[in-house]
C-alpha cells in the first residue's frame, strides 16, 4: 500500500488518537477535580449523564444507515458468524476465563471480573470496523451491516447477559428499573433518531464527523462523571494496583486469543478473503461508543463503575493500534 495512502488514513482521524488523549484528560480531570463531577457536585452528573446517553443513542438513531440491511441479509453465512462470535462466543469464553481465575483461583478483583464480562457481551464497533476492513480491502457490505445489526440487538442482548450474569443482583424492582431506564435512555432517542433519519439523512450525512465528535465529547463527560465520583467516595483512595494490572494483562490476552480465533475461524470456514477480513475486524471488537453509556445505565449507582469500565477502555485503546498495524499489513492486497 503507498504512503500516502497511510498518511490519508492517519490524516482521516481513524485511530482518533485525539479521543484517546481525551479519555486521558478526562481521568486526569477527574483525579485533581471530582467535585464537580460527584453526586450533587454544580455539574449534576445525576441528570446530566443521562441527558448524554440520550444525545448518543439519539445521534446514532440519526446516523445508522438500517437500510444496508436489505443489501446485506444474502450474506448470511458472514452475520451469523460475527454476531454468534460476538454475543456467544466470546461471553462464554470470558465466562470460563472468569470461572478459573476468578472464582476458583480468587486471582482476580470482583470488579474487574464484572468488567471483563461486560466487555465480552458488548457489539462491535459502529464505525471503526467498516473503516478498517475498507483500508484492508475487506467486505465493506458485510462489515456495514454487523455494526449496524450488532448495536441494535446488543440494545436487548447487553441487558438480558447482565441480568443472567448479576442473577440476584437484578431482581424485582431494580430490573424493572434497569428496563425502564434503557427504553427511555436508549431506546426512544434511537428511534426517535430513525424515526426523523428521512428528513435530516442529508443534513446528518453532510455533517456526521461533527456529530461522532459531539458523540465522543458525550462519551468523555460520561467517563469523568464514573471516576470524579469513583474518587470522592474514597474508592481509588485504596490501593488498586494489582486490579489495575490485572485488567492490562487480562485485557491484552483476551484480545489476542479472541482475534487469533476469529481469523482462524473464519479460514476454517473457507471464507473468501474479502469476507475473512471483515470477520476479524468485527467480530472480536468491542464498541467503546456503545459500552459506556449502557455502562453508565447498568451500573450507575456504584462506586466502583469506574474500574468495571476500564477493561473496555483499555480494549479501545489496544484495537485501534492493533487495527492500524494489521491494515498496514494486509492492506495492499496479498493474501495472509
Request: glycine share 10%; hydrophobic share 55%.
Amino acid at each position: 500500500m503507498s504512503l500516502s495512502f497511510h498518511r490519508g488514513f492517519f490524516a482521516n482521524g481513524i485511530f482518533r488518537y485525539g479521543f484517546l488523549l481525551g479519555v486521558i484528560l478526562a481521568l486526569v480531570l477527574a483525579g485533581l477535580f471530582p467535585e464537580p463531577g460527584a453526586p450533587g457536585g454544580w455539574l449534576r452528573t445525576e441528570w446530566t449523564t443521562g441527558l448524554c446517553v440520550f444525545l448518543i443513542f439519539l445521534i446514532q438513531g440519526l446516523i445508522l444507515p438500517t437500510d444496508v440491511l436489505w443489501r446485506g441479509l444474502l450474506q448470511w453465512r458472514l452475520h451469523v458468524y460475527v454476531h454468534g462470535f460476538l454475543f456467544l462466543l466470546f461471553p462464554v469464553i470470558a465466562l470460563a476465563i472468569d470461572f478459573v481465575l476468578g472464582e476458583k483461583l480468587g486471582w482476580l478483583n470482583p470488579n474487574v471480573r464484572l468488567g471483563f464480562l461486560f466487555l465480552a457481551i458488548l457489539p462491535t464497533t459502529i464505525s471503526t470496523c467498516v473503516a478498517f476492513t475498507a483500508a484492508a480491502r475487506g467486505n465493506v457490505p458485510g462489515a456495514l451491516f454487523n455494526a449496524t445489526v450488532s448495536n441494535v440487538a446488543a440494545i436487548v442482548i447487553v441487558p438480558v447477559w447482565i441480568f443472567w450474569i448479576s442473577g440476584k443482583g437484578m431482581e424485582g424492582n431494580a430490573g424493572l428499573s434497569m428496563i425502564g431506564d434503557i427504553a427511555v435512555l436508549v431506546l426512544l432517542p434511537l428511534a426517535l433518531g430513525q424515526v426523523l433519519r428521512p428528513w435530516l439523512k442529508g443534513a446528518a450525512e453532510r455533517r456526521q464527523a461533527r456529530l461522532r465528535r459531539l458523540t465522543n465529547a458525550a462519551i468523555l463527560f460520561i467517563l469523568y462523571a464514573a471516576f470524579a465520583r469513583s474518587v470522592a467516595s474514597g474508592f481509588w483512595a485504596q490501593d488498586q494496583t494489582g486490579a489495575v494490572i490485572s485488567v492490562f494483562l487480562l485485557v491484552l490476552a483476551g484480545f489476542v486469543l479472541m482475534h487469533v480465533l476469529a481469523w482462524q475461524g473464519a479460514g476454517l470456514l473457507r471464507f473468501s478473503r474479502e469476507d475473512r477480513l471483515a470477520a476479524f475486524f468485527c467480530a472480536p471488537q468491542k464498541s467503546l461508543a456503545m459500552g459506556i453509556p449502557m455502562g453508565q445505565l447498568l451500573f450507575a449507582d456504584r462506586p466502583d463503575l469506574s474500574l468495571i469500565l476500564l477493561p473496555l477502555m483499555v480494549y479501545h485503546a489496544v484495537q485501534l493500534l492493533a487495527g492500524g498495524y494489521v491494515v498496514s499489513r494486509v492492506g495492499g492486497g496479498s493474501s495472509t
